[in-house]
């Protein structure tokens, strides 16, 4: 009860910190209306399908992380791109990094049979692909670098980011390649920081991390063009540098999720450097408002059709991140079928 107190207080400080920054660094919200008005719907629609193909690329990227963790045999990739769309809506509608281990527990539902510590091998899956972002960011900050007008207070913040990365991906390489010992000698936190380690196993296999990079690339490429598309809906007529930029941006305001989708705090981020390309601060915001809105109703709308079929209300969702190790191992296992007879909550 104190934790959820807690957090709860934390949420509603940074969301009040969002709006008075919103607002006192807001725009004409005439003219953001205004914006919306001259919509181009077509465009929206391609800018969804362009993120839904992300989605999918991204999934198999996680498939073939998984494929080289646990033993056969390996999940059927529909099980693994049911449980990465709700972990896509638990990120979308709750606080924090719940949907990492919310994708990794609906999947661990699936897997009957399997050793306990299942679950923190798939968390350490989980890790080990988001890993796989680095290369497709790096090669876009460089890009961006050379090709777009970014504002001076972004050098820092790119570089910032690209260093953590760094830092993470030869934190899981080093770890990825250490031997592991037999697990009966350990003990039980041992035990569960070894099986986690073992969700790491694709890092020193360089056939599967090829593969599974390479749909992280195409994962990036799609969510790029999305954001192309994104912007000539919103009338944003500029070159396909800008919209990189933007994306870059976007995804370093919400590396650390205060709130859930950061809104306010990514919306700033992305019109501030739109104002060098000519672009009305309040017709960035506008654009800011729809390119988010554009992502959420991907994450969501898909996150909700699978989080029915999985059986799973929002509560139970939203408890996931409270749960230990040992909790989400128990959480309803049910038949490989998808279930029908409930209703997310």
């Known amino acids: 009860m104190k934790n959820r107190w807690l957090m709860a207080s934390t949420f509603v400080l940074f969301f009040g910190v969002a709006i008075a920054l919103v607002v006192w660094h807001g725009p004409d919200w005439t003219a953001v209306h205004d914006a919306f008005t001259a919509v181009s719907w077509p465009w929206v629609a391609v800018a969804i399908g362009l993120n839904l193909l992300s989605v999918v690329t991204r999934s198999i990227s996680w498939h073939t992380c998984i494929e080289q963790s646990i033993e056969k045999p390996h999940p059927k990739y529909r099980l693994v ?3 990465f769309c709700v972990g896509l809506f638990a990120n979308a509608v709750l606080p924090g990094r719940v949907g990492e281990i919310a994708r990794a527990a609906v999947l ?11 679950t923190a091998t798939l968390i350490g899956s989980v890790f080990a692909h988001r890993m796989f972002d680095l290369f497709p960011t790096v090669t876009l900050v460089v ?10 207070w972004a050098y820092l913040t790119l570089g910032l980011a690209i260093g953590i990365g760094v830092l993470l991906f030869a934190a899981a390489f ?10 009966e000698s350990l003990g039980s936190v041992r035990q569960v920081l070894a099986r986690a380690r073992q969700g790491l196993a694709i890092m020193g296999k ?3 991390a090829l593969k599974a990079a390479a749909f992280q690339y195409a994962g990036w490429f799609c969510q790029l063009f999305a954001v192309w598309a994104a912007m000539k809906a919103f009338q944003i007529n ?10 870059v941006l976007m995804n370093v305001a919400t590396i650390v999720p205060l709130w859930p989708g950061n809104v306010g705090l990514v919306q700033v ?20 408002i729809g390119l988010q809105a554009i992502e959420a109703s991907v994450g969501i709308g898909i996150g909700l059709i699978f989080l029915a079929r999985e059986g799973l209300s929002f509560t139970t969702l939203r408890d996931m ?11 309803t296992p049910v038949d490989h079928e998808p279930a029908r007879s409930r209703v997310a909550g």
């Open 269 to 288: 981020a992305v019109a501030t450097p739109l104002v060098n390309y000519g672009i009305a601060y309040a017709h960035g915001i506008a654009f800011g």
């Open 321 to 331: 991140e409270e749960r230990d190790e040992d909790t989400l191992e128990d959480v």
């Open 143 to 152: 890009w961006v670098l050379l090709a777009a007008q970014i504002p001076r």
């Open 174 to 183: 080093v770890l990825a390649r250490r031997q592991h010992r037999e697990l």
């Open 108 to 118: 661990r539902r699936r897997l009957r049979g399997r050793p306990k510590g299942t």
């Open 238 to 247: 500029e070159p396909l540098a800008a919209a990189g930029l933007v994306l």
């Open 206 to 208: 360089p056939i599967p």
């Open 81 to 83: 791109f049911s449980a």
